[in-house]
């Protein structure tokens, strides 16, 4: 096993980050996950953006203000939301 990085003080759990950072999520917004305390999904049953239509990625892409939307493939809106 690949010892864990350590991320400084900054990150509480450099485990959960570095997971999160692989699955492509900013460093901004690894550190914001890996540094909450109960970061466990709320209540909802929302698919994940893989299992979404590229039609209702595009919709949350609008209902957020992301710029540049209607040119994006799938995958593009998938990272954009992400990291929005």
């Given at each position: 096993?690949?010892?864990?990085?350590?991320?400084?003080?900054?990150?509480?759990?450099?485990?959960?980050?570095e997971a999160l950072?692989?699955?492509?999520?900013?460093?901004?917004?690894?550190?914001?996950?890996?540094?909450?305390?109960?970061?466990?999904?709320?209540?909802?049953?929302?698919?994940?953006?893989?299992?979404?239509?590229?039609?209702?990625?595009?919709?949350?892409?609008?209902?957020?203000?992301?710029?540049?939307?209607?040119?994006?493939?799938?995958?593009?809106?998938?990272?954009?939301?992400?990291?929005?």
């Amino acid at each position: 096993m690949i010892p864990q990085k350590d991320h400084g003080p900054s990150i509480k759990n450099d485990e959960r980050y570095e997971a999160l950072r692989r699955e492509g999520y900013s460093k901004e917004k690894a550190a914001r996950i890996a540094n909450s305390k109960n970061p466990g999904k709320k209540g909802g049953k929302a698919s994940t953006y893989e299992e979404r239509t590229k039609q209702e990625l595009y919709d949350k892409a609008k209902d957020i203000g992301v710029e540049g939307r209607s040119k994006m493939n799938k995958k593009e809106l998938i990272h954009a939301l992400r990291n929005h």
